[in-house]
């Protein structure tokens, strides 16, 4: 075998296995347990313009984790790939691409436009799809869905005039977030606030009535919108202004007069404590309107210019040009400022400033929906994980808004709307149903336009979990299927995906869209940074799978310390997981050079459970074997990933690694042992390839090939079923393990060669177990460890003259000889003390300065006292090491 394991001739070898028996496919696996439910996982779809990121490869690995691990333990799994259109972005993609080559959007047409976006999806639009096959992901690809397929449009119509006939849909002006250049409402997830240095102004309205030169003042950072004031509003328990609430103001550089008015929104605290309410442009002056039936008075065009309900002077002036001339002609009027920094609402597709803006659009009212699904996750039909999930998610339901559905694009799913004479409106699946009720109202054939503009690409991604799986049809997969098990995101989506496909779910379905959401955090930098291109963090993970291989990488994130909302990712976990693979690899390499690989090529020999074992060694290999079962199958069905990663790296690096194989190589031909270890070293050489399988799929499916001589078939074997319990004979070996880990600390403590001796090591304790296991072993552990004997005494040790440590039970003499140098081996622990002391004050203080600033994040604080509470575990075993050898000069 090669010294190193190759994963770039490995990963295309192993996807071609997959291929050829359709390892993603239900009932590809015939050994399914058919008093077992089908387990079902609708992957979120990446959008189509999209390559692949961290966040991708995060969320889909916590993913194919789950469908291995069921698809072994016998449920037929399906796990259902797709993709989005995303509306805007697409959109402006290709439309970029049409102006580079001489022409636009309007110049080609609704029709021919959107030919072109269908063009650019049929030839790149899978590209993602293909990186995520690289990261081998055992989705169903057969089933591969995209958010426009004709199928999902027949839903998507469906559930729209399903909504429109219970009530819910409506046409209204309302505020929605405005796009000045794309022209278009956004959702507020396509509205990201950039925080930036800004201007507070004050400004003075005359009351009209008073004597001259009586005024109230404003403060606001946008006088330019003054013109679409209705009111200026204070609190009504501010004294100040009490006497001047019904009374009448002028706007400035206008004729028109507005009440001033008392309304408990307002922050007597803020500013001069009277604001300035532009019900037409900004949300909270919206609701404040409504309340008192103001008058909203619209002053922006379409792309964010003032229009004709502003003196000429400023018509056609956008944002800050509007700003300044405004500013200028107010004069006198403007009598202070003040540096702020504020949240100014950014496009994420435009990059340009978003403005509220009032709109004729499409609504749902979500308010009964939002009860549901409520409803649903208090009775605990849906359950979050973590659990602290619930209360962010039933807040924003409590507090649940009209959805604006509508969007001015041409890609995407037109709304099911045709108009007809006299504003007549008709909501209907398809163009043929629509003209069937105008003849049935109007008694005629009659003219019918549809409306122009297309669904929010969240309308579609809500019908998610039940379009993929035939909705509305009632056939077998969705019949069989639905509800889904489990859901696997990322916090910043809960509301505007997660929460309306449960409030839709409930509603198409009566049924929740899924039982589990599981909540997986962000991915940050090693420094707990935000990755982003202007900061250069950004770690693409196509070029860690080329420098590292898919299973490294994959590793690297399902191991990283989750906190609640941001994990931390580092190259050196990918490294580190490279090491991983190598060290398995190694444990391959030995069994291939004791002939294993090439004499067993049929599973049973690495899939049976040795009966009749004796060996103590060997019995407690098999408990660790039972316990790191238990701790794994625990971990992956409580989504708990990284401590299901970090139990599979134990066992195989800490238990089998560090010492098994070297154990087994000396007992491998041994005339009374060598058989019995042989059996074993080949049930727990099956046990550990399939537990790394769900975690590192390429390398596991690799060595069962090299093993079985089966061909990606892995994926469809059983996973392990063991139980052992400890006893009196593997508990006492346990406590000659825990000698072989210490003496190889001192070794490392006192820089120690191999060669040099230790002498005449005592391990006191009681039992006799332990004794017979030390004479069983005595030759081999003195010849291995660099003993002259391994002595057993029920007494108590001597504290001087040698260094006494602490087992589980009973405690480890070790001779101060001459190859132990004290001296050097304190200075050294009393370096690395003060080290740590120093860091860990440090990370004291930090943690006491944010802990007093109420607006730090929650995980900033997490992540302090995670990494605090690590360093003060370092520093007690510094500590005690340094008692225990103080002690023994």
């Not at 509306?87 to 072109?116: C, N, P, W, Y």
């Not at 919108?225 to 100040?240: C, K, M, S």
């Not at 107010?330 to 509220?356: D, F, K, M, N, Y």
């Not at 004791?594 to 049929?602: A, E, I």
Request: with cysteine; aromatic share 10%; proline share 4%.
């Amino acid at each position: 075998m090669d010294a190193h394991y190759a994963f770039q001739s490995c990963e295309s070898q192993v996807r071609l296995w997959w291929d050829q028996v359709h390892a993603g496919r239900n009932g590809a696996n015939h050994r399914q347990d058919g008093d077992k439910k089908p387990y079902t996982i609708i992957m979120p779809p990446p959008n189509v313009t999209g390559s692949l990121h961290l966040g991708h490869a995060l969320s889909s690995t916590f993913q194919d984790i789950l469908a291995r691990f069921y698809r072994m333990n016998g449920r037929d799994v399906v796990w259902v790939p797709g993709t989005d259109h995303a509306g805007i972005a697409t959109q402006m993609m290709v439309e970029k691409q049409v102006e580079s080559q001489g022409t636009t959007r309007a110049d080609l047409g609704r029709e021919a436009f959107v030919q072109h976006i269908w063009d650019w999806k049929n030839l790149y639009g899978d590209l993602i799809v293909e990186q995520m096959k690289r990261l081998g992901f055992s989705a169903d690809w057969d089933r591969l869905c995209f958010t426009l397929d004709p199928d999902m449009n027949a839903a998507v119509n469906h559930a729209f005039v399903t909504l429109h006939d219970r009530g819910y849909v409506y046409r209204a002006q309302r505020l929605v977030n405005w796009d000045g250049q794309l022209k278009t409402a956004l959702s507020d997830l396509e509205v990201t606030n950039q925080t930036v240095p800004g201007t507070l102004w004050h400004v003075a309205y005359a009351i009209e009535g008073e004597k001259e030169g009586q005024s109230i003042v404003v403060a606001t950072t946008r006088p330019e919108t003054l013109f679409g004031d209705a009111a200026i509003a204070v609190h009504p328990e501010d004294e100040r202004y009490q006497s001047l609430v019904g009374k009448q103001v002028r706007i400035p550089l206008t004729n028109r007069v507005i009440p001033i008015i008392a309304d408990c929104g307002v922050d007597p605290e803020k500013g001069t404590g009277a604001v300035k309410v532009t019900p037409a442009h900004d949300f909270n002056d919206f609701d404040m309107g409504q309340r008192h039936g103001l008058p909203m008075v619209s002053i922006l065009t379409d792309d964010h210019a003032l229009n004709d309900q502003v003196p000429e002077l400023f018509r056609g002036l956008k944002g800050s040009d509007a700003r300044i001339a405004v500013l200028e002609s107010l004069a006198e009027a403007v009598v202070g400022q003040t540096s702020i920094v504020h949240a100014v609402p950014i496009s994420e597709r435009s990059g340009t400033v978003v403005e509220p803006r009032l709109t004729l659009q499409w609504f749902i009212d979500m308010r009964t929906m939002a009860d549901k699904a409520i409803d649903a996750i208090k009775s605990g039909k849906m359950r979050f994980v973590p659990k602290e999930w619930t209360n962010n998610a039933l807040q924003w339901l409590h507090n649940i808004q009209p959805w604006c559905v509508s969007r001015q694009l041409w890609w995407g799913h037109r709304l099911p709307v045709w108009y007809g004479p006299e504003n007549s409106v008709f909501v209907a699946r398809d163009a043929d149903s629509a003209y069937a009720l105008a003849r049935k109202q109007w008694g005629a054939d009659v003219v019918l336009h549809q409306d122009e503009d297309v669904l929010d690409t969240w309308f579609s991604s809500g019908l998610w979990p039940f379009s993929t799986l035939g909705w509305p049809t009632q056939g077998f997969d969705f019949n069989d299927r639905y509800p889904t098990d489990v859901l696997v995101t990322g916090f910043d989506i809960i509301f505007f995906w997660v929460a309306r496909m449960m409030m839709l779910g409930l509603e198409m379905t009566q049924r929740v869209p899924f039982r589990d959401i599981y909540i997986h955090p962000l991915i940050r930098d090693a420094q707990g940074q935000k990755m982003s291109k202007t900061k250069k963090n950004v770690v693409n993970p196509l070029d860690i799978i080329d420098s590292y291989g898919a299973d490294a990488l994959r590793f690297a994130l399902s191991s990283a310390t989750c906190g609640k909302q941001h994990m931390r990712f580092s190259l050196n976990n990918v490294e580190h997981a490279g090491q991983f693979i190598n060290k398995i690899w190694n444990v391959v390499r030995f069994a291939h050079a004791r002939g294993v690989m090439t004499s067993l090529h049929h599973r049973e020999t690495v899939l049976s459970v040795p009966g009749d074992v004796k060996d103590p060694v060997n019995q407690w290999m098999l408990v660790r074997v039972s316990e790191t079962l238990e701790r794994i199958n625990g971990h992956i069905q409580s989504y708990r990933f990284s401590d299901a990663a970090m139990a599979v790296h134990h066992f195989i690096w800490h238990i089998v690694c560090d010492w098994y194989v070297e154990w087994a190589q000396r007992e491998w031909d041994h005339p009374e042992r060598g058989a019995e270890i042989q059996r074993v070293f080949l049930f727990i050489l099956g046990f550990m390839i399939r537990i790394v399988h769900p975690f590192m799929p390429v390398i596991s499916e690799k060595i069962w090939h090299d093993l079985t001589g089966e061909k990606g078939t892995l994926c469809l074997t059983h996973w392990p079923e063991y139980c052992a319990h400890d006893t009196p004979v593997t508990h006492a070996w346990g406590l000659v393990h825990e000698v072989i880990i210490m003496v190889r600390r001192v070794r490392s403590l006192f820089a120690i060669p191999v060669g040099h001796g230790l002498g005449h090591l005592t391990l006191h304790h009681t039992c006799s177990e332990v004794m017979r296991c030390v004479d069983l072993y005595q030759n081999g552990l003195c010849q291995w460890l660099g003993l002259s004997r391994l002595g057993v005494e029920d007494t108590e040790p001597l504290v001087s003259g040698q260094l006494v440590f602490s087992l589980s039970s009973g405690v480890l003499a070790i001779p101060i000889t001459e190859a132990v140098d004290t001296d050097a081996a304190l200075l050294r622990l009393k370096k690395d003390q003060e080290k740590e002391q120093k860091e860990m004050r440090a990370l004291e203080k930090r943690l006491s300065d944010v802990r007093h600033q109420p607006l730090t994040p929650e995980d900033i604080i997490e992540d302090l006292e995670t990494r605090y509470g690590d360093k003060k575990a370092t520093l007690e075993h510094i500590d005690a090491t340094i008692q225990t050898v103080s002690m023994a000069i």
